[in-house]
């Protein structure tokens, strides 16, 4: 009888061993990262005023810290917060302003529209209509899961949220398969969802944190506002192209046998599920009307002149109104407050990059002549900006602080090269955007990682080859499409 008991306590003992060794793990990385700025700041040149050296410092601690996760992503924005304040990198305002911008209520109405929407049916039943339809072959289930992704950018913003929506349905399927589902398809499934919700981010410009910030930075260094139609109208050919293109290279990626391509009780299985949703219920009609109203507004911005953020804010309003919605204001304010203050830091670290003189003294660093050179011929200005970008998104992993570092960097430069600020921040933040070799790289591929049944290593061969494929349709679309637009 002693046996279990003495099994319980090896295993308690185990845990608290596995807790103090990873609590020990997280301590050595805030030390590393602490370490890190400091050296930073006393490494840098003599000529760099005190406000530039600890604001390029914090970034490094934020990329550091937003990379390996020490604690959650949330503390270090409001650490960030607090060293920008204490050590007046710059002015109070300044450190504050990100979270008067409208792109954090974009993201927050984004976040509550997502709730919404998961309090009905609707997302399963486009799900399931997909699966049910294609479902039944390998080539088939790859293409739902990265269609069904590029439907809900349209009205889920985040892509971390249609990752989230995504990875159940694609390991139910696989769980359903069963025996099949265990080498090359499992790979080339769980990529899919991950580099789906990726691309997912490219036209519709609130689908993506790196959409937001690069329309916010434009507006705020140069005053250049795009509007939702003008991204949707530079980057939808883009988009188009790289979901053929990402499942081609899926395919090839994980070759399977003739056995493993068929699996028809898995459409079957669908269909049923697909039935017992029924017919479009009242809660699924008003979302769908809702929705269809906020987009139409995104669309016909050029028309009214709102933000983004104000549809958003009123689908969220019309979601929780008695009568006319189909969910509770008590459920719609449970998002993820993490995300709200990623928003709001990265803005304030882009203002108070600019403000410190930080971005002002890496441009002038970074001014040679040949580099200037490169950025005054638009083609070969897009060749140059995707390769930076893709070599410096590999160090700086998160797609905002990228985005937040390089912009305000790459304005500078377009402007001292008297290139076009829109052509450069655009190629700039869809290389960042598209991350597909490392897996702190995106969201959609931390998500899907999360899940314990794919490893690193298993990104690294198609992550290439997207990368490659995705520089080259931006370079083609550049010189045919944006010449066409006027932006070349």
């Known amino acids: 009888m002693a046996f279990p008991n003495t099994r319980v306590k090896v295993n308690v003992v185990a845990k608290q061993k596995q807790k103090s060794s990873l609590e020990v793990k997280k301590i050595i990385l805030l030390l590393l990262g602490i370490a890190l700025m400091a050296g930073v700041y006393f490494i840098l040149p003599a000529n760099y005023t005190g406000s530039a050296r600890m604001m390029l410092s ?10 390996f ?42 976040m509550m529209l997502a709730k919404g929407v998961n309090d009905t049916t609707l997302t399963k039943r486009i799900a399931y209509f997909f699966l049910s339809k294609w479902g039944g072959t390998a080539k088939g289930l790859l293409a739902s899961i990265l269609m069904i992704p590029q439907i809900q950018s349209f009205f889920i913003p985040a892509a971390a949220v249609r990752a989230q929506l995504m990875l159940p349905i694609a390991t139910m399927s696989l769980d359903t398969i069963g025996e099949k589902a265990k080498g090359n398809l499992r790979k080339m499934i769980l990529l899919g969802v991950a580099f789906g919700g990726t691309v997912s981010g490219t036209a519709v410009m609130t689908a993506a944190i790196g959409n937001i910030l690069t329309v916010e930075l434009l507006k705020e260094f140069v005053g250049i506002k795009i509007t939702y139609i003008q991204w949707f109208t ?27 391509k068929h699996f028809p009780h898995v459409q079957q299985e669908l269909e049923n599920k697909l039935e017992e949703l029924g017919r479009l219920n009242v809660e699924e009609k008003k979302c769908l009307a809702i929705l269809f109203i906020i987009v139409a507004l995104w669309f016909t911005e050029p028309l009214h002149g709102l933000h983004p953020s104000v549809p958003a804010l009123i689908g969220v309003v019309l979601m929780a109104l008695p009568g006319i919605g189909f969910t509770s204001w008590g459920n719609l304010v449970k998002i993820n407050f993490d995300t709200v203050l990623l928003m709001g830091v990265t803005l304030s670290l882009g203002y108070a990059f600019n403000k410190s003189g930080a971005a002002k003294l890496i441009g002038d660093s970074l001014s040679s ?3 200037l050179y490169f950025l005054h011929s638009p083609v070969v200005a897009v060749i140059t900006i995707l390769v930076i970008t893709h070599i410096l998104h590999l160090a700086v992993a998160n797609v905002s602080t990228a985005v937040v570092t390089l912009v305000p960097i790459f304005i500078g430069l377009s402007t001292k090269a008297g290139a076009d600020p829109v052509l450069i921040c655009l190629t ?18 931390i998500i899907v990682y999360s899940s314990g049944r794919i490893q ?29 637009l006027g932006l070349l």
Do not use: R
């Not at 204490?86 to 209520?105: E, H, I, L, Q, R």
């Open 428 to 445: 700039a933040s869809i290389a960042c955007l598209h991350g597909y070799i490392l897996v702190v790289e995106a969201t959609p591929n």
């Open 234 to 260: 530079y980057t939808f050919p883009i988009w188009l192209i790289m979901i053929p293109i990402l499942w081609f290279t899926l395919l090839k990626s994980f070759p399977l046998t003739e056995e493993e």
């Open 369 to 371: 002549d040949w580099i």
């Open 456 to 484: 690193q290593k298993e990104f690294l061969m198609p992550g290439l080859w997207l990368t490659g494929l995705m520089s080259v349709v931006v370079l083609v679309i550049a010189v045919t499409w944006w010449n066409w």
């Open 58 to 67: 914090c970034l490094v601690l934020s990329v550091f810290y937003w990379t």
């Open 69 to 110: 996760e020490p604690i959650p992503i949330g503390l270090t924005a409001v650490i960030l917060l607090i060293i920008m304040l204490v050590f007046g990198v710059v002015t109070t305002d300044v450190v504050y302003s990100g979270f008067a911008s409208p792109a954090v209520f974009l993201i927050i109405g984004g």
